[in-house]
């Protein structure tokens, strides 16, 4: 099994006197994303799900080493769902983690939060919607918290046309809704990544007003899209990526006409995913070229 998933350098994509390096971490289906920064610093999106065998700690600090790194700087746990957060007490045994960013106490109580609250111990910041992550080189606005999303559009944002046909979906109130997502922008690169936000999140992300503008670089939301909990056309097109990576598992996300979504989007240039999804047929998966693991019924 690999166990970098994808690697995409900013460089390939905008010109840049050195590169900002992203890796997605097969997970098999949680989530899992390691930014390695030109000035030799990182931050980790999520850790994956948790496990007797420590496997995605293991993939995480493999990725890691790969690329020099010897601490994480940032760990940002976008929300507390046992696949994006079981890794931490694992992974915090391998590699130094110096501080973790989260929305604060879990509006699902117990269980998962309860084992992460005490693997992460006093490295815990909270975040909200409008705040900056601090690396050097990169400008990162979180854009959703704790169930908020930013007030002001970000600079050369407008009015979105996409709004007057969207469908309205009732307020979520799961941790999937509370996800830490944020724009990090790199010289004209600029990458979106907003965890598990829903639908109805989306939507005040892109209606009236697009606060986000266009993007380089979207991670498709919830896996891809998970049934169809999120995955917004009018927030998704109006972003007009180029390229959008899909973290999902051969039986986890990308169902549900998640592919068609993605599909869709205006001037599309790639579209990758970590697994081929089980629960399509070939003319909903993207191209056997760009799945990391192209085997049927990879994931666990």
Request: hydrophobic fraction near 40%; aromatic fraction near 6%.
């Amino acid at each position: 099994m690999r166990i970098a998933l994808l690697l995409v350098s900013a460089l390939a994509l905008v010109a840049q006197p050195r590169a900002l390096d992203i890796y997605w971490v097969d997970v098999e289906g949680g989530a899992a994303t390691l930014i390695a920064t030109p000035n030799g610093q990182s931050m980790l999106i999520d850790t994956g799900f948790p496990g007797s065998d420590d496997r995605d700690a293991k993939r995480i600090f493999t990725a890691a080493q790969s690329t020099g790194l010897k601490k994480i700087d940032i760990l940002v746990t976008t929300h507390y769902h046992a696949d994006h957060i079981g890794g931490l007490a694992a992974l915090s045994k391998l590699i130094p983690i110096e501080k973790i960013l989260d929305h604060g106490d879990s509006v699902e109580p117990g269980g998962a939060f309860d084992t992460y609250r005490t693997a992460a111990g006093s490295r815990r910041e909270k975040v909200k919607a409008g705040d900056k992550i601090l690396l050097r080189g990169l400008d990162i606005t979180v854009v959703s918290a704790a169930g908020e999303v930013i007030d002001k559009p970000l600079a050369g944002t407008t009015a979105n046309a996409l709004c007057k046909d969207a469908q309205v979906k009732d307020t979520d109130k799961t941790e999937n809704s509370q996800s830490v997502g944020f724009l990090l922008t790199y010289g004209k690169f600029k990458f979106l990544d907003v965890g598990d936000l829903t639908w109805d999140r989306e939507m005040s992300l892109a209606c009236p007003v697009n606060k986000i503008g266009e993007v380089t670089l979207f991670q498709a939301t919830h896996h891809g899209f998970s049934n169809g909990q999120s995955g917004n056309p009018a927030l998704i097109n109006a972003l007009r990526p180029q390229v959008v990576i899909v973290n999902n598992g051969a039986r986890k996300g990308f169902s549900n006409g998640g592919y068609d979504t993605i599909a869709k989007i205006p001037a599309i240039e790639g579209i990758w995913q970590g697994h081929r999804s089980d629960a399509n047929d070939a003319a909903h998966n993207t191209t056997e070229e760009m799945i990391a693991n192209p085997e049927s019924g990879a994931a666990d």
